[in-house]
């Protein structure tokens, strides 16, 4: 399928990016590995007179690990991530959910702020973002701004970033060493975005009670979603079989999915009560997905 015309600019300044997007008005559209943008244009869902590239742009490319926690440009492609050592350690709940992103071919040009602008309901990312409670740096021709991934996501598709506005870093919050965490999701077939997924994390007191327990879902909404009355069933207890038994009732009960060509209401709403399940189980287990 053609592409709509448009016209094409390869920035090598950050300022100079803004400053194209800014004289469009709106009318312009910023692309980074355009696995998303590009089929949008072939579909007609978006047709901007200018695409303005940010490839040559290496400052939003870098990603830094440190005890302040992990920082990653915009750029950064999802291979990167799944490449990168240090992030096993630094942060496995990210790995494991960028691990389900889409097929190989998609993860080697998909970057990570694509994905936060995009804001697709099912995308792995955004809900990651939330949950971990991870802010979102931009820089526009207001200046720079942080987001709260909470204050991010406004519904499918829609963000709170201005049309001048260009998200430069991800930054994720510290991650202790003994955090108990999961990911699980379901896809009808493995590459494809999720009909559910859950992401858990908590910590433990002494006496090996939850406490700080967060819990996000995907496709299950019109955007990703943290669960906060499975967290309060789960804060101050032994995650034990019963505790999971009840955060699985509980998730289900929080949700309000619509029924799509893919599934119905009451079967997203049960799947996503199973995803929350099998993501403590995991937790219990050391972590993992
Ligand atoms: C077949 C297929 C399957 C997929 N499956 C999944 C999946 O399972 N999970 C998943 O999460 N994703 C999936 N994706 C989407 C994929 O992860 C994309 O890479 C991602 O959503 C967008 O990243 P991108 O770099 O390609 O962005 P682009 O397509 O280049 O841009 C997407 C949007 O973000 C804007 N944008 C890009 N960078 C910035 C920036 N720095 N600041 C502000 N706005 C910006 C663009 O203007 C555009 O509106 C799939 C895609 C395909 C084609």
């Not at 939330?130 to 709260?148: F, N, S, W």
Request: charged share 20%; with cysteine; aromatic share 6%.
């Amino acid at each position: 399928m053609k592409l709509p015309p448009f016209e094409y600019a390869c920035p090598t300044k950050l300022s100079e990016a803004v400053a194209l997007l800014a004289a469009r008005n709106g009318d312009a559209k910023l692309i980074a590995g355009g696995q998303s943008l590009v089929p949008m244009l072939a579909f007609r869902l978006a047709a901007p007179t200018l695409l303005v590239d940010l490839r040559k742009l290496p400052e939003l490319r870098t990603i830094d690990v440190s005890m302040n926690g992990v920082v990653l440009g915009s750029m950064v492609r999802w291979c990167e991530i799944l490449a990168d050592a240090r992030l096993h350690a630094a942060h496995p709940l990210l790995r494991a959910a960028v691990a389900q992103v889409a097929h190989y071919q998609i993860r080697n040009r998909g970057t990570i702020g694509g994905s936060m602008a995009h804001a697709d309901p099912a995308a792995e990312m955004p809900g990651i973002a939330l949950t971990c409670e991870a802010e979102i740096a931009t820089v526009g021709t207001a200046g720079p701004r942080v987001h709260k991934a909470a204050d991010f996501f406004l519904g499918p598709l829609m963000t709170a970033l201005e049309p001048d506005e260009i998200i430069v870093e991800i930054r994720l919050p510290p991650w202790p060493a003994q955090r108990r965490w999961g990911f699980q999701e379901f896809a009808r077939r493995r590459g494809d975005f999720a009909m559910a997924a859950a992401a858990v994390w908590y910590d433990q007191d002494g006496g090996g009670k939850a406490r700080n327990a967060h819990v996000g879902v995907i496709g299950v909404g019109d955007r990703p979603q943290r669960l906060t009355a499975v967290e309060a069933v789960l804060n101050g207890r032994v995650i034990d079989a019963a505790a999971i038994a009840h955060a699985e009732t509980a998730a289900s009960a929080a949700v309000d999915p619509q029924a799509d060509i893919h599934a119905s209401a009451d079967y997203r709403r049960a799947l996503v009560g199973t995803m929350v399940e099998r993501a403590l189980k995991s937790a219990g287990n050391g972590g993992g997905s």
